[in-house]
């Protein structure tokens, strides 16, 4: 299979003539449509734990097309509830569900990672380490039992690391196909979510999905994951 | 379909595929292949003959290269390989000293639907079974238009072959995260139809529906990343253009309407 050649340039967004920054923009009828945000790094900076080929794959084709789906969606959405029409606004849900579940958990899952000469890999400090050992004993704890349920979910889906922002408590989850972890309780909130999907690791880990959980940790953001966690738990 | 059997135990070696055998690749060569795969046994232990009763990985009715450049040799070699043969040996491990060894498959596959409360053994059972079918959907030089008695059902259930092709080709698109879609028989029509094109999510499979399957595409993601990447379209366009074994799929609806009549 050929290589395509690896862009540097983190998006080609721009191109669409929506702005680059990830944003929202109004259309002249006045929806917000959605728009594919900027990798904070190039394509290959996360090598090798997870190859420049994929995340140019995973952020170009694959996010957005849940973006491109997304838009789609909330536009007949739009038709559908100014028309009142009922059968056809709850038809649509799971539309909006998989496609707009795809943009959010994408977004995230973006900003969960960094080179390691930005940070990835480095575990938390502060409240969060302080928060990870007190829940789940170590940090190693915590990777362990989020690779085991990553590596056991069939089919298409997620692993998290969140916060019950309700009961200050920390939380591993997972969700299937492009379920958002919300859908796993209403004060939860996502720190760390790994994308389990076949196409976040196929091209270069194959069938081993352990491998690859492994590896990612190597490149996991954890400056971010305790920003949002100060948030929550301050 | 694969039925608990005495074998080895280990697992059918790659070497198995059947080599140079020409380009029939009809539902006859598949079932003399299958029969041959019985004739081995596990080894005795302290004297007494242990046969361990367990599902076997049965190879597909072609060699490993017979579906390129459609379905590369590399793309088989992963998805036969080592996801088939995981579920192969996942479920045997899972299913050893429990009430459902020594249960047929697609036995073992209905008690594990447990009416859509699945249990665990489920997703290895189906995968096993769903597997094994879409290799028997496939073959060399496959693809273009069913004839005779097919046709004749596709053509009076869809309105066309073309009709027939965009839906099933649409369910095989649009089936969201991991899954199957189906060209299936259904004994009990209640529009008179007989034939009807469905997805599926994950492992399940149109038999715990209560319908006869005759013709799936995989679309979990492992079935064609290595060879199309995100283009899934692409890939259910080449399934439906060459790969596509009308011969296996007419076979199907043979038995199951025999078993109607």
Same mark, same amino acid.
């Given at each position: 299979?050929?290589?395509?050649?690896?862009?540097?340039?983190?998006?080609?967004?721009?191109?669409?003539?929506?702005?680059?920054?990830?944003?929202?923009?109004?259309?002249?009828?006045?929806?917000?449509?959605?728009?594919?945000?900027?990798?904070?790094?190039?394509?290959?900076?996360?090598?090798?734990?997870?190859?420049? !080929?994929?995340?140019?794959?995973?952020?170009?084709?694959?996010?957005?097309?849940?973006?491109?789906?997304?838009?789609?969606?909330?536009?007949?959405?739009?038709?559908?509830?100014?028309?009142?029409?009922?059968?056809?606004?709850?038809?649509?849900?799971?539309?909006?569900?998989?496609?707009?579940?795809?943009?959010?958990?994408?977004?995230?899952?973006?900003?969960?990672?960094?080179?390691?000469?930005?940070?990835?890999?480095?575990?938390?400090?502060?409240?969060?380490?302080?928060?990870?050992?007190?829940?789940?004993?170590?940090?190693?704890?915590?990777?362990?039992?989020?690779?085991?349920?990553?590596?056991?979910?069939?089919?298409?889906?997620?692993?998290?690391?969140?916060?019950?922002? !309700?009961?200050?408590?920390?939380?591993?989850?997972?969700?299937?196909?492009?379920?958002?972890?919300?859908?796993?309780?209403?004060?939860?909130?996502?720190?760390?979510?790994?994308?389990?999907?076949?196409?976040?690791?196929?091209?270069?880990?194959?069938?081993?999905?352990?491998?690859?959980?492994?590896?990612?940790?190597?490149?996991?953001?954890?400056?971010?994951?305790?920003?949002?966690?100060?948030?929550?738990?301050? | 379909?694969?039925?608990?059997?005495? +074998?080895?135990?280990?697992?059918?070696?790659?070497?198995?595929?059947?080599? #140079?055998?020409?380009?029939?690749?009809?539902?006859?060569? /598949?079932?003399?292949?299958? @029969?041959?795969?019985?004739? @081995?046994?596990?080894?005795?232990?302290?004297?007494?003959?242990?046969?361990?009763?367990?599902?076997?990985?049965?190879?597909?009715?072609?060699?490993?290269?017979?579906?390129?450049?459609?379905?590369? *040799?590399?793309?088989?070699?992963?998805?036969?390989?080592?996801?088939? #043969?995981? $579920?192969?040996?996942?479920?045997?491990?899972?299913?050893?000293? +429990?009430?459902? *060894?020594?249960?047929?498959?697609?036995?073992?596959?209905? @008690?594990? $639907?447990?009416?859509?409360?699945?249990?665990?053994?489920?997703?290895?059972?189906? *995968?096993?079974?769903?597997?094994?079918?879409?290799?028997?959907?496939?073959?060399?030089?496959?693809?273009?238009?069913?004839?005779?008695?097919?046709?004749?059902?596709? =053509?009076?259930?869809?309105? /066309?072959?073309?009709?027939?092709?965009? =839906?099933?080709? /649409?369910?095989?698109?649009?089936?969201?995260?991991?899954?199957?879609?189906?060209?299936?028989?259904?004994?009990?029509? /209640?529009?008179?139809?007989?034939?009807?094109?469905?997805?599926?999510?994950?492992?399940?499979?149109?038999?715990? %529906?209560?319908?006869?399957?005759?013709? +799936?595409?995989?679309?979990?993601?492992?079935?064609?990343?290595?060879?199309? *990447?995100?283009? #899934?379209?692409?890939?259910?366009?080449?399934?439906?253009?060459?790969?596509?074994?009308?011969?296996?799929?007419?076979?199907? %609806?043979?038995?199951?309407?025999?078993?109607?009549?």
């Amino acid at each position: 299979m050929a290589l395509r050649p690896l862009l540097t340039r983190r998006t080609l967004a721009s191109a669409s003539g929506f702005s680059s920054n990830g944003g929202i923009t109004t259309s002249f009828r006045g929806l917000q449509t959605f728009s594919l945000p900027d990798l904070p790094y190039d394509y290959g900076a996360l090598q090798p734990a997870i190859s420049g !080929e994929i995340m140019q794959l995973h952020h170009q084709k694959h996010h957005q097309a849940y973006i491109t789906n997304y838009n789609k969606a909330l536009e007949q959405l739009h038709d559908a509830m100014s028309k009142g029409d009922a059968p056809a606004v709850v038809k649509l849900q799971s539309a909006i569900k998989f496609n707009g579940g795809g943009h959010v958990n994408h977004s995230i899952f973006w900003k969960n990672l960094a080179p390691i000469q930005g940070g990835g890999g480095e575990p938390p400090k502060g409240s969060l380490g302080w928060a990870i050992d007190n829940h789940f004993g170590s940090l190693d704890a915590l990777v362990q039992k989020m690779n085991a349920e990553g590596a056991a979910l069939q089919g298409s889906g997620w692993v998290w690391l969140g916060v019950d922002k !309700e009961l200050k408590k920390l939380v591993v989850e997972t969700t299937s196909n492009q379920d958002p972890l919300v859908t796993k309780g209403p004060s939860l909130v996502p720190l760390i979510g790994i994308d389990v999907w076949e196409h976040a690791y196929y091209l270069q880990y194959k069938n081993v999905r352990p491998d690859y959980l492994k590896n990612i940790w190597k490149v996991i953001n954890w400056k971010y994951a305790s920003e949002l966690y100060g948030k929550e738990c301050p | 379909m694969a039925t608990a059997t005495a +074998t080895t135990s280990s697992a059918v070696p790659a070497t198995a595929f059947l080599r #140079r055998q020409g380009a029939n690749g009809g539902a006859n060569r /598949s079932l003399r292949w299958a @029969r041959n795969q019985h004739q @081995r046994w596990s080894p005795r232990r302290s004297g007494a003959a242990v046969i361990t009763a367990k599902f076997d990985l049965k190879p597909p009715p072609y060699p490993q290269d017979a579906l390129e450049p459609h379905m590369s *040799q590399n793309t088989m070699s992963f998805h036969w390989g080592k996801h088939h #043969r995981a $579920y192969v040996d996942n479920l045997n491990k899972q299913i050893v000293g +429990t009430e459902l *060894q020594g249960k047929s498959l697609e036995d073992v596959m209905i @008690r594990t $639907y447990n009416k859509g409360d699945l249990l665990p053994p489920f997703n290895n059972a189906a *995968q096993v079974w769903n597997h094994d079918f879409f290799w028997d959907s496939m073959k060399p030089g496959g693809g273009g238009k069913p004839s005779g008695e097919l046709l004749k059902a596709i =053509e009076r259930d869809f309105g /066309s072959f073309e009709k027939f092709s965009e =839906e099933f080709r /649409s369910a095989a698109a649009t089936q969201f995260g991991s899954g199957w879609a189906w060209l299936v028989f259904n004994p009990r029509p /209640s529009d008179g139809k007989e034939l009807l094109v469905l997805k599926t999510p994950n492992a399940v499979n149109p038999l715990v %529906l209560g319908y006869t399957a005759l013709l +799936t595409i995989d679309v979990w993601e492992h079935a064609y990343y290595l060879d199309y *990447q995100n283009r #899934r379209p692409d890939y259910i366009s080449i399934f439906m253009e060459k790969l596509v074994s009308w011969d296996a799929v007419s076979a199907k %609806l043979e038995v199951a309407k025999s078993r109607v009549a």
